[in-house]
């Protein structure tokens, strides 16, 4: 059982930053996929971004030059940079933890960016 953690959200103004982490704890395998996902309600989850244990990343256009994501595997933590949040960036942030045949969701932390 894997268990996820997230932590960093909070209220922001436009323009600002936030860091968001993502702790994972319990049994994981070496080859995995760390991302972040983000819903607002009534809205279907959406993909933020993704990176593999070895270091590929994939964003989505709307964060693309703005959000950065990382990961230490040695803490299997990934991180979220977020930089010039918009209004539109408001919204829970969920991580996600992908094995071969498994994956785990977090509780997920809210993100509010006010204009």
């Known amino acids: 059982q894997v268990q996820l953690v997230e932590s960093g959200g909070g209220l922001v103004q436009a323009g600002g930053s936030l860091r968001l982490s993502c702790a994972a704890s319990g049994s994981i395998f070496r080859l995995i996929t760390m991302g972040w996902y983000r819903q607002a309600p009534g809205n279907e989850r959406e993909l933020v971004t993704l990176?593999?244990?070895?270091?590929?990343?994939t964003y989505a256009n709307s964060v693309k030059g703005r959000f950065t994501i990382s990961i230490n595997n040695a803490k299997n933590t990934v991180y979220l940079q977020m930089n010039s949040l918009k209004p539109e960036d408001t919204d829970v942030y969920y991580c996600?933890?992908?094995?071969?045949?498994?994956?785990?969701w977090g509780k997920g932390t809210l993100v509010t960016v006010s204009s």
């Open positions: 990176i593999t244990s070895g270091g590929s990343t």
């Open positions: 996600k933890l992908t094995t071969p045949g498994m994956y785990y």
